[in-house]
């Protein structure tokens, strides 16, 4: 090569690469306006604005009118005015997330928010907006999870895969609920996305929920509600990101977002700004589009790994018929119904369990397990009817066995639901517990009906697969009644007072009167 034609070559490397920018021509609120790109940008793809004294502002175009591209920032606006450069940039976001990733906190594009050093690039694009997999190629919701939370893993189950709704009203206990299920749960891995909530949570999160061992196992994005609506939805997309790369490695990820609410607010802060019509609420269409997307990407894989999702909502003037709870309740596999009036009484975590279902239920039970539990329910449901009577001491005893026998077991059932946030429960004891509380003789239980909770014989797999052609399962779907032939330990032992006021709070089971009814006649591990 001669001299000349190499010093050319040269020069063209170092020129700089093409560079293809518009200009901004409007910006109303938080919607920008440009002009000069045309053709060459797409919905969903980025732009960078050029800011003087600071690098850029990143954008996502969301719309276009008469011929000019409609963007929305990732950041503050501040510097940014008529005739700004706005540059090209890439054209599909992706994660490159990587086992590093595990013990760290992230924002939504990936920065490190814990002081430590840039979070390592994986080798592996996982774009932020995936579909997820193809439904015939997926694998069946599987084997139960062990979440450490009694009232859940004995009433509302959960099986490898399944996606959970946390319904409740504000203040009623959706984040502190979720760190138990961060700290006691069994998963391989914890993704947990905290999505537009308080920043003052955050820290109390990791310092007093995680603790650096649950921290190892865990990977935090955070937005808080300070940011920018894309990057309250963005950070959503990469909490599913994160999961969805710890799942095709094989793992059981547990992905926990907190809360759907704040993600499906900052859509309709996106579709309001590009113009479209409120809907329901003030909700846009695509909210209500969008949101089914997130949540079918949690579920089983095509291999071996899989993703559990729990989702809070935080259900609107605890009005659970409000459109997101609505449309969230029609997605998902199940609803943990959090209620304010078991809160008020002190009764953590304040589960109503009758409002409750696990759709994996009852197939995922052994038949025993579902004895045990359609008698609790059976048992509450009774006690429900009557609750506003016993509390006014307007329920004579005497006036209806059933409900004689509720009232006897109402306090040892409020024990049971009770659980601290520190203390963790297995899943196996569960129904041991609730069989000694409800006085069904435990050997009346064959040991082995009692699922183990790792076992091979995944729903999926088996006979009493979900959906599946012949569950084995006998009626446990019916609704359960209060004759329930169970055999009971003196069911006619009633305390002696004709009339009895029944304190609705949760107290020590030994020291209410009705509770203090002979002791069991078989042993048990009554906690
Ligand atoms: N398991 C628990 N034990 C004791 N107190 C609890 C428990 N769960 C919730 N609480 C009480 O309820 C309050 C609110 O809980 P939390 O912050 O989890 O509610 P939230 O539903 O997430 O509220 P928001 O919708 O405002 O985010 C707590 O500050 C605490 O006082
Ligand atoms: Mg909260």
Not at 181 to 206: C, M, N, P, Q, W
Not at 386 to 404: F, K, N, Q, T
Not at 505 to 527: K, M
Request: proline share 6%; hydrophobic share 35%; aromatic share 4%.
């Amino acid at each position: 090569m001669n001299d000349d034609l190499k010093t050319v070559i040269e020069e063209i490397s170092r020129l700089d690469k093409l560079k293809l920018y518009g200009r901004v021509k409007a910006i109303q609120g938080l919607l920008i306006e440009i002009e000069g790109l045309g053709e060459r940008l797409a919905i969903g793809e980025r732009c960078h604005l050029e800011v003087r004294g600071r690098s850029s502002v990143t954008c996502e175009i969301i719309g276009f009118r008469d011929n000019r591209a409609l963007a929305m920032p990732f950041g503050p606006l501040d510097g940014v005015g008529l005739g700004s450069r706005a540059l090209v940039g890439e054209s599909q976001a992706s994660a490159y997330p990587n086992e590093k990733w595990l013990g760290r906190v992230i924002n939504a594009l990936g920065d490190p928010l814990d002081g430590g050093p840039p979070v390592p690039k994986g080798a592996e694009a996982y774009p932020l907006c995936a579909s997820p997999p193809p439904a015939h190629q997926r694998k069946r919701v599987s084997g139960k999870i062990d979440l450490g939370v009694r009232s859940i893993n004995t009433f509302i189950t959960c099986c490898r895969g399944q996606r959970m709704g946390i319904f409740s009203g504000s203040g009623v206990g959706k984040s502190i609920l979720m760190s138990m299920l961060t700290r006691h749960s069994t998963a391989d891995v914890i993704v947990l996305g905290l999505i537009g909530e308080r920043g003052r949570e955050v820290k109390e999160f990791i310092e007093e929920d995680l603790g650096p061992e649950g921290l190892a196992r865990s990977v935090l994005v955070v937005a808080t509600s300070n940011e920018s609506a894309l990057m309250r939805r963005q950070a959503a997309f990469m909490t599913m990101a994160v999961a969805e790369y710890f799942r095709d490695q094989g793992r059981d990820v547990l992905c926990l977002m907190d809360s759907i609410t704040r993600f499906a607010m900052a859509l309709r802060e996106i579709g309001l700004s590009a113009g479209e019509p409120p809907a329901s609420k003030g909700y846009t269409p695509t909210v209500f589009s969008e949101m089914p997307k997130l949540l079918e990407r949690a579920g089983p894989g095509i291999g071996q790994g899989s993703i559990t999702g729990l989702f809070t909502v935080l259900v609107e003037g605890d009005d659970h018929n409000e459109p997101i709870s609505d449309s969230v309740r029609g997605i998902v596999d199940g609803h943990i119904v959090l209620d304010r009036t078991i809160a008020e009484r002190n009764r953590y975590p304040a589960i109503n369990i009758l409002r409750s279902v696990s759709r994996t239920l009852p197939t995922c039970n052994s038949a025993d397990e579902n004895r045990i539990i359609d008698r609790a329910r059976s048992l509450m449901a009774v006690y429900e009817d009557m609750a506003e009577l016993i509390r006014l001491g307007a329920y004579r005893h005497g006036s209806d066995p059933a409900v004689d026998e509720a009232i006897r077991y109402h306090q040892g059932m409020e024990k049971f639901l009770s659980q601290n946030k520190q203390d963790k429960a297995c899943l196996e004891e569960g129904y041991r517990e609730l069989a000694n509380i409800l006085d069904i003789p435990i050997e009346e239980i064959v040991e082995d009906s009692i699922t183990p909770v790792d076992n091979e014989s995944r729903v999926g797999n088996s006979a009493n697969a979900v959906g599946g052609e012949t569950p084995t399962v006998p009626a446990a779907a019916a609704p359960p009644t209060p004759t329930d032939n169970l055999v009971q330990k003196d069911p006619d032992a009633l305390p002696n007072s004709q009339e009895h006021r029944i304190s609705s709070a949760a107290s020590d089971v030994e020291n209410e009167p009705l509770a203090s009814a002979p002791e069991p006649i078989h042993s048990g591990d009554r906690s």
